[in-house]
């Protein structure tokens, strides 16, 4: 990675007028914060990377200004999705009193649709008791898995793929400010992998920058690194018994590429079927096993190293 920080990070637009495409959500959504009073809890749904929770912290941003940090609470809905997290995390910020000079505080739950059904209900209930002094931001890729008081409670706003041009445009800005040389082809190849995906061609661009531009070559050359092949990969080393290589390459996909706990097991899930292991049946009870201990809110750095460490052990 080159220096200066995630890209993703620094070039993370601060005002909603900022954001690339969304143009009639952008537009509804400054009309509804021109007067927060009147701002009902919104939901914000559509596919991965293309600015939902950008425009969640743009409002909390410009509603809040300077006091953002001290009334505004972010949450990763899918890192702790159990009840605890609701309990603990949502209820204390929520009651916590003196307001001073801001309209309300503003709650942002991502990957909402992770949570448990319980989370959600005790969630529906601290949405009641706390109206008067909270705004509640979702945001999901599949709604259908949220409760219904919890929808029916929300203005929902679905955020569509970025188009090819404005995502390519993006990138133009961003490599010149970075002063990374790039060719045409090379930025269309990142859209090509991204998928409309804003997040995912950033940081590909990024990871393809360090290897001294972008070409159509290069951007095949990292690519390889930030997809999918690389769960293969964490499966296949950890089921030679190399636990720590697995972990170490594991945690890297995470931190640094930013793929979620769950998105690596379901990775890990379909890595399974396609590797045709011969004990293809232990292998998903295991996956199942940690995905579950995952779920119900214990550590998942710590869950993932030991699926890692006994998928070794099923070969011995």
Known sequence: MLGSGMWVEKYRPTKLSEIVNQTEIIGSLEALIKDPTDMPHLMFSGSAGVGKTTAALCIANQILGDNFKDYTLELNASDERGIGMVREKVKKFSRFAGMGEVPFKIIILDEADEMTADAQTALRRI???TAKICRFIFIANNISKIIDPIQSRCATF???????EDLIKRLEEIAKNEKIKFDK???KAIYDYSEGDMRHAIN??????SLGGITEEHVKGSAGLTKTSDVDEVLKIALLGKVAEAREKM???????????????????SAVFKSKHEKLSDILEIIAKYDYRVL????SEIQLSAMLAELGKIEK
Do not use: H, R
């Not at 590909?204 to 920058?209: I, R």
């Not at 119900?296 to 550590?299: K, L, S």
């Open 158 to 164: 679905k955020f569509t793929t970025i188009p090819e």
């Open 251 to 269: 945690i890297e996909l995470i931190k640094v590429y930013g793929m979620s706990e769950s998105d690596f097991l379901k990775y890990l899930n």
């Open 185 to 187: 082809k090379g930025l």
């Open 296 to 299: 119900v809110g214990a550590n």
């Open 127 to 129: 949405i009641e008791d």
């Open 204 to 209: 590909l661009m990024q990871a393809t920058a």
